[in-house]
C-alpha cells in the first residue's frame, strides 16, 4: 500500500506565488512526518499546474487559465503516465490534494465565477478529477492524525477495552495518547504526581488533532466529560464512542451537552468511518 501525494506536499514552492501560509506549510509537515512515523510509502504525482504555467506562476482559476485544448492535453498525457506507473507499483490506497487547487483540490476547486457566481465550486481539481476511481484525502484531513483517548481507566475492563481501541486506531495510522500510560492508573497518588499527570494530559489535548471520548455507562464518567468540554473549548474534533445501548432520556443517549459537542459513533467500525483520514495500514478484521 501507498499513497500518492501531489507533489506541492513535499514541495511548497510549485504552488502559486503568494498563497502558502503557515498553517499550509504545517499541514504538509504533518502528513509528510504521519507517512514517515508509520512507514506509509509515498509517491509523487506530476505539478500539471507548473508544467503549464512555469515556476512562481501567479494563483487563479481554473477558467481563463487553463481551460484550454493545451492543458488538457498536458492533462491526458500525465494520466497516461501515472496509470502506467501503477502496472508495475500496483494502485495507490489513496489520493493526497489540496483543497481548493484548480488542479489538485479534492472537496473544492477554484474554477472561476460563471455569471457572478461563486468562483468556488464543490468536487476535485480538473486533474484528480482524472482519478474519480481513487479515494482523495485533503492534506489538511490526512493531517490529523494525533488522537487523545478520554475514557474511564478504573477496572481491568475498562483499561483493556481502551487499549484495544487505541490499538486499532494505530492501525489506522494514528498517534494515540492514552492516559493510563503516563501515570493515571494508580487511586494512590500524591498531590504533586496528581499535577504532574493533569499538565500532562492537559498538554496532550493541545497537542491532539482529534479526541476519541469513551462514554459508555448510565452516565459518562466525569473526567472524560471535562476533557470533551475542555477540547471543544479548544476547537478539537470530538468523536465519542457509545457501544451502551441504554438511553438517558427519550432524544438523549448520555447527555445533550457531550452529545451536541460531538460526533457520536456507535462501534468500532463507525469510529473509523469518522476520523478524517484513516489509513489502514494494519486494519481492523471483520
Given at each position: ?5 501531489c507533489p506541492c506536499i513535499k514541495n511548497p514552492e510549485l504552488r502559486a506565488r503568494g498563497i ?114 481513487i479515494m482523495a484525502f485533503d492534506v489538511f484531513e490526512a493531517a490529523c492524525w494525533k488522537v ?121 467500525p463507525s469510529l473509523i468511518q469518522a476520523l478524517p483520514c484513516p489509513i489502514p495500514i494494519r486494519?481492523?478484521?471483520?
Amino acid at each position: 500500500m501507498y499513497l500518492l501525494l501531489c507533489p506541492c506536499i513535499k514541495n511548497p514552492e510549485l504552488r502559486a506565488r503568494g498563497i502558502t501560509h503557515q498553517k499550509d506549510l504545517d499541514a504538509f509537515s504533518q502528513v509528510l512526518f504521519r507517512c514517515e512515523t508509520f512507514k506509509i510509502p509515498v509517491k509523487m504525482l506530476p505539478c500539471a499546474e507548473t508544467m503549464y504555467l512555469g515556476p512562481d506562476h501567479e494563483p487563479g482559476h481554473y477558467l481563463g487559465r487553463l481551460d484550454n485544448p493545451d492543458f488538457s492535453d498536458l492533462i491526458c498525457r500525465l494520466e497516461t503516465n501515472v496509470r502506467e506507473d501503477w502496472k508495475s507499483d500496483g494502485r495507490p490506497y489513496a489520493i493526497i490534494g489540496v483543497d481548493s487547487s484548480p488542479v489538485c483540490g479534492v472537496r473544492n476547486t477554484w474554477y472561476g465565477s460563471v455569471h457572478g457566481s461563486n468562483g468556488k465550486i464543490p468536487g476535485r481539481g480538473f486533474f484528480l478529477k482524472r482519478f474519480s476511481d481513487i479515494m482523495a484525502f485533503d492534506v489538511f484531513e490526512a493531517a490529523c492524525w494525533k488522537v487523545y483517548l478520554a475514557a474511564p481507566l478504573f477496572s481491568e475492563a475498562e483499561c483493556d477495552f481502551n487499549r484495544k481501541v487505541a490499538d486499532i486506531l494505530t492501525g489506522y495510522a494514528m498517534q494515540v495518547h492514552l492516559p493510563q500510560d503516563c501515570g493515571d492508573s494508580e487511586h494512590s497518588r500524591e498531590l504533586s504526581i496528581q499535577r504532574e499527570i493533569f499538565e500532562k494530559n492537559v498538554q496532550a489535548i493541545h497537542n491532539a488533532d482529534i479526541v476519541v471520548a469513551v462514554i459508555d455507562g448510565a452516565d459518562a464518567d466525569s473526567g472524560t466529560s471535562w476533557e470533551i468540554g475542555y477540547a471543544f473549548g479548544l476547537g478539537k474534533k470530538i468523536i465519542a464512542l457509545r457501544t451502551d445501548f441504554r438511553h438517558v432520556g427519550h432524544n438523549e443517549m448520555v447527555n445533550l451537552m457531550l452529545e451536541q459537542s460531538s460526533v457520536v459513533v456507535n462501534n468500532i467500525p463507525s469510529l473509523i468511518q469518522a476520523l478524517p483520514c484513516p489509513i489502514p495500514i494494519r486494519p481492523l478484521k471483520e
